[in-house]
């Protein structure tokens, strides 16, 4: 048995969070299926990196999956997120970066040109 198996992982499927008393940061509780509590804090400088680090393995796992589009609107399901920046840039080659900040947190991604299965004919 390996080591990670014999570990418990409840899956959670809500969140609730807020900052710490010093805004330091970002303290998480996560609800279980069945019921358990799972708690933990993020330090608000490493957002930026949890968020990415998520990003990277749901690209990664779909990528393994094929599947479509959600049914029903684009937005059903879906919580808009408010970015105070985009900025968007070609530094050379055939990979783009758009760099999106939503407050202190900023996410860099690169687009490999011709790569994307979701562009929009123009």
């Known amino acids: 048995m390996t080591q990670q198996s014999a570990r418990a992982f409840p899956v959670v499927y809500s969140f609730e969070g807020n900052p710490s008393e010093d805004g330091s940061v970002f303290l998480v509780e996560g609800t279980g299926?069945?019921?358990?509590?799972?708690?933990?804090?993020?330090?608000?400088?490493?957002?930026?990196?949890?968020?990415?680090?998520?990003?990277?393995?749901?690209?990664?796992?779909?990528?393994?999956?094929?599947?479509?589009?959600?049914?029903?609107?684009?937005?059903?399901?879906?919580?808009?997120?408010?970015?105070t920046s985009i900025a968007i840039?070609?530094?050379?080659?055939?990979e783009a970066y758009i760099g999106i900040s939503v407050g202190r947190a900023e996410l860099l991604f690169s687009l490999l040109?011709?790569?994307?299965?979701?562009a929009a004919a123009s």
Do not use: K, M, Y
């Open 33 to 83: 299926f069945d019921g358990s509590v799972v708690r933990f804090g993020i330090p608000l400088d490493n957002i930026q990196h949890f968020i990415a680090f998520l990003l990277l393995w749901v690209g990664t796992i779909s990528a393994g999956h094929p599947g479509g589009e959600p049914d029903g609107s684009e937005s059903d399901g879906r919580i808009p997120i408010p970015a």
């Open 89 to 94: 840039g070609q530094p050379g080659g055939s």
């Open 113 to 118: 040109a011709g790569t994307s299965s979701n």
